[in-house]
């Protein structure tokens, strides 16, 4: 089977958006950890050391 030019080029294109692919998955998952975890430290924060009377 004989490369040429187009068909390495599209080759390059298939591995880079697969790749881009993986990559967009790791960063939203680590968003989503990041934002979970910046949530449960405010609620921790936010929580009153003794109790109010209302």
């Known amino acids: 089977m004989d490369a040429t030019p187009l068909s390495a080029l599209l080759l390059t294109v298939v591995f880079a958006a697969m790749g881009l ?13 990041g934002i979970l975890q910046a949530d449960k430290k405010r609620s921790e924060q936010a929580e009153p050391t003794r109790p109010t009377d209302f």
């Open 21 to 33: 692919y993986a990559l967009y998955f790791v960063i939203r998952s680590g968003v989503r950890d």
